[in-house]
């Protein structure tokens, strides 16, 4: 088999362009972009893009429709190929690429599986995560993995530290991931494996409870911090903070919110570094 395939891609956002110019440049044949309809300009690197390389670039409300299928079926793609988009892909779709969908997952799947692998492993305090690259079937996150590739969390690390890890890996994971394809390289089932769910960062998700320990609530801010909400306390967001040091306990500024104040936890304090009111 040609090590060449003719690709249609599925992707929103400014993460998916890493990946469809690394499709792009690798020599792969896009033969179209699909990208759901939002009431927003996320979309408008990946039509550029297309603009630029002569791709042909379908934005819908409805990416499991009819329509979609006609479209698709009309590029006559090998394979689909999927990168931060927020949407299940359905049977009808599924069964038109001869050799099916992959996506890239920002997880160690089975673990992480859902819209927020970005914010969780920070917030549970992990050491590591990674970035998956697995077959699509009709569940979440749930299908055959053809590669993985392990980051290392630090604990300093806030959300877009662990973001930017990613699109390191991006430039080259889902290229990496079709040679293994076209290889024959076996695959891991997940079948069997139960792994973690996590639906999307809501903002009651990114409230601050000080009956936490100082680690618990230092890891919330980092994992919810831009360009996310933020972590919320009495109408403020704080965005970035540090453990205390005994010396930094000044007791006029304890539970202030503003720069510079104390949050008492349940076992230290943590100093505000960067904040606004919410």
């Known amino acids: 088999m040609d090590n060449k395939l003719r690709i249609a891609f599925f992707g929103e956002d400014s993460f998916s362009t890493v990946i469809l110019n690394s499709l792009i440049k690798a020599g792969h044949e896009i033969c179209l972009v699909v990208t759901p309809y939002y009431d927003n300009v996320v979309y408008k690197r990946l039509e550029l893009i297309c603009n630029r390389n002569g791709i042909r670039f379908y934005r819908t409300k409805k990416i499991n429709s009819d329509q979609t299928a006609s479209v698709l079926k009309e590029a006559n793609p090998q394979l689909c190929v999927i990168s931060h988009f927020e949407r299940l892909i359905k049977k009808q779709l599924l069964d038109i690429p001869p050799m099916g969908f992959i996506n890239l997952h920002p997880s160690l799947l089975p673990e992480y599986r859902g819209m927020a692998p970005q914010h969780w492993p920070i917030i549970n305090g992990e050491s590591k995560t990674g970035v998956t690259v697995h077959y699509v079937d009709e569940g979440t996150d749930t299908g055959d993995i053809i590669l993985q590739e392990e980051i290392e969390l630090l604990p300093t690390d806030y959300v877009y530290d662990l973001q930017k890890k990613w699109l390191k890996i991006y430039e080259y994971i889902m290229v990496e991931a079709i040679d ?19 639906g999307k960062l809501k903002i009651e998700d990114c409230q601050i409870d000080l009956s936490r320990t100082t680690n618990e609530v230092m890891r919330l801010i980092q994992g919810v911090s831009r360009p996310y909400y933020g972590a919320r306390l009495n109408n403020h967001i704080i965005w970035n903070a540090h453990i205390a040091s005994p010396s930094e306990i000044v007791l006029e500024f304890i539970n202030k919110y503003e720069q510079g104040g104390v949050l008492l936890t349940s076992d230290g304090a943590i100093v505000i570094d960067t904040v606004s009111e919410g």
């Open 180 to 198: 293994k394809i076209l290889s024959g390289a076996p695959t891991i089932k997940q079948s069997h494996l139960k792994g973690l769910y996590y």
